[in-house]
T-cell receptor, first 113, second 117 residues
Framework: AQSVTQLGSHVSVSEGALVLLRCNYS??????LFWYVQYPNQGLQLLLK??????LVKGINGFEAEFKKSETSFHLTKPSAHMRDAAEYFC???????????FGGGTRVLVKP | DGGITQSPKYLFRKEGQNVTLSCEQN?????MYWYRQDPGQGLRLIYY???????QKGDIAEGYSVSREKKESFPLTVTSAQKNPTAFYLC????????????????FGDGTRLSIL
């Protein structure tokens, strides 16, 4: 089975500062990776997905993620945090066996004014 | 607009009672999923279904049951055997992936928050 590890369950950043959320995966085959965002009491929204076409993936709301096979990582970044970025972020990897996603534990982002 | 509708948004269960959470999608997706979310534990898969009249247990199926009689609907029943049902429940759907479209995401509903009275 594949697994996803998100380092840091909570991250606090100042408004305007860099946001960096870490995601490492384990996969024996080329992975299909996703980042989702969850606002309080809502479902998950897709931020971006890795399609193997490019290692740097741009998503919505100014986020991007870089796939690094040598490091088995897919870290999410945003150059300048905004108050509306306060949410929980989940990294996920697709598992062909069962046609399902395995999620990391999530990272909650707090943005300080 | 196409999407996934979960109802109710809030649900309360009495001791010994079964409750059913509704999930309906009009995205024409074959696959549907139920997740449980607890604070600090991410999403855990309860049940999933790839096709009508078929479903599989996920990682935490004990105390839950599902049915998939229609493509659009995948209700989840939290039975009295589930001793700690208080959580946020999320339903999702996706197309049935083949090799060429494994990067298709899951789409999520807005969740149902279940609490014990």
């Amino acid at each position: 089975a594949q697994s996803v590890t998100q380092l840091g369950s909570h991250v606090s950043v100042s408004e305007g500062a860099l946001v960096l959320l870490r995601c490492n995966y384990s996969s024996s085959v080329p992975p299909y990776l996703f980042w989702y965002v969850q606002y309080p009491n809502q479902g998950l929204q897709l931020l971006l997905k890795y399609t193997s076409a490019a290692t740097l993936v741009k998503g919505i709301n100014g986020f991007e993620a870089e796939f690094k096979k040598s490091e088995t990582s897919f870290h999410l970044t945003k150059p300048s945090a905004h108050m509306r970025d306060a949410a929980e972020y989940f990294c996920a990897v697709y598992e062909a066996a069962g046609n399902k996603l395995t999620f990391g534990g999530g990272t909650r982002v707090l943005v300080k004014p | 607009d196409g999407g996934i509708t979960q109802s109710p948004k809030y649900l309360f269960r009495k001791e010994g009672q079964n409750v059913t959470l509704s999930c309906e999608q009009n995205l024409n997706h074959d696959a549907m999923y139920w997740y449980r979310q607890d604070p600090g534990q991410g999403l855990r898969l309860i049940y999933y279904s790839q096709i009508v009249n078929d479903f599989q247990k996920g990682d935490i199926a004990e105390g839950y049951s599902v049915s998939r009689e229609k493509k659009e609907s995948f209700p989840l029943t939290v039975t009295s055997a589930q001793k700690n049902p208080t959580a946020f429940y999320l339903c999702a759907s996706s197309i049935k992936r083949a090799n060429r479209n494994r990067n298709q995401p899951q789409h999520f509903g807005d969740g149902t928050r279940l609490s014990i009275l």
